[in-house]
């Protein structure tokens, strides 16, 4: 796996900590040997809570099925550690998915990629992101909503080739909105 290191701001690695992540993500390649590439982010803020002060998060591309996890710490190698332990039961969740027998097509299979961007106040926005919407049903979206980690996300619904919004309710479940033209 080609792993991308990418210190933010006001973060200064060092050549240990560089192999260190190096080593602890690359270990992921033993659950799911598909993995081609990978970024990591570190970034450091000036918390009133030192265990929130380095924040890693890691993106991995699966043949186009993106898997990403978030965690922090006070200290680079914790946040790196937790992160690996978040994504390894992403992993194992995805895979499972992958070969349960009776749900359809997997995702693998159709080789899906989708990243959402972050919403930020209206007043400002600071971020833009692009991505590639292919086709998918309701239930793809679904799992690739769960395999980023993320409370919604947009798609293309091939059974209605319209763009949908899908979102995780603060009750359970999922909520849909199909945009109407007015």
Do not use: C
């Amino acid at each position: 796996m080609k792993l991308q290191i990418v210190p933010k701001e006001n973060v200064v690695l060092s050549k240990q900590v560089e192999e260190y992540a190096n080593k602890r993500v690359g270990k992921l390649d033993r659950y799911l040997p598909s993995i081609s590439e990978g970024t990591l982010e570190i970034s450091w803020e000036d918390t009133k809570l030192p265990e929130q002060r380095f924040t890693v998060q890691v993106t991995l591309d699966n043949k186009g099925v993106l898997i990403r996890a978030q965690e922090k710490a006070e200290d680079i190698r914790i946040a790196i550690d937790k992160v690996v332990d978040a994504l390894t039961s992403r992993i194992e969740r995805y895979k499972g998915k992958l070969y349960d027998k009776g749900k359809g097509v997997s995702l693998a299979r159709q080789g899906l990629a989708m990243e959402v961007g972050e919403i930020e106040p209206p007043e400002k926005v600071v971020k833009t992101k692009h991505y590639l919407i292919k086709p998918m049903s309701q239930d793809e979206a679904i799992n690739q909503m769960e395999l980023l980690g993320h409370d919604f996300f947009l798609f293309f619904n091939s059974e209605t080739d319209r763009l949908n919004l899908l979102y995780r309710r603060k009750t359970g479940g999922y909520g849909l909105i199909v945009p109407e033209v007015g």
